[in-house]
Nanobody
Framework: QVQLVESGGGFVQPGGSLNLSCTASGSIFRMNDMGWYRQAPGKQRELVAVIRNGSRLKNYATSVQGRFTISRDSSKNTVYLQMNSLRPEDTAVYYC???????????WGQGTQVTVSS
């Protein structure tokens, strides 16, 4: 069964932290580089961070470099996104999926809402 389940979002003040989790079905997780994406209201979905399958190589969008950290636990089929020094412009629904594109065309999980506001 194909499944992506994101969690860990919430409401935080600027400067706060959140740690997002995404549990993926084995078929997605084992065979793919994994990415965290986000979509703010009225904007297109954008890539935030990538972690390569089988290596520790990671890439980040310029806007989150130095603040966000992506990691994966293969034993749990889970990808994490540690977000520190959050800013209002980080407010969005956050999704995980394969990179560079969903391995199941058009399939996305429900996402997890992150709201940063004072």
């Amino acid at each position: 069964q194909v499944q992506l389940v994101e969690s860990g979002g919430g409401f935080v003040q600027p400067g706060g932290s959140l740690n997002l989790s995404c549990t993926a079905s084995g078929s997605i997780f084992r065979m793919n580089d994994m990415g965290w994406y986000r979509q703010a209201p009225g904007k297109q979905r954008e890539l935030v961070a990538v972690i390569r399958n089988g290596s520790r190589l990671k890439n980040y969008a310029t806007s989150v470099q130095g603040r966000f950290t992506i990691s994966r636990d293969s034993s749990k089929n889970t990808v994490y996104l540690q977000m520190n020094s959050l800013r209002p412009e980080d407010t969005a629904v956050y999704y995980c999926n394969g990179y560079p594109r969903p391995p199941i065309p058009g399939y996305w999980g429900q996402g997890t809402q992150v709201t940063v506001s004072s």
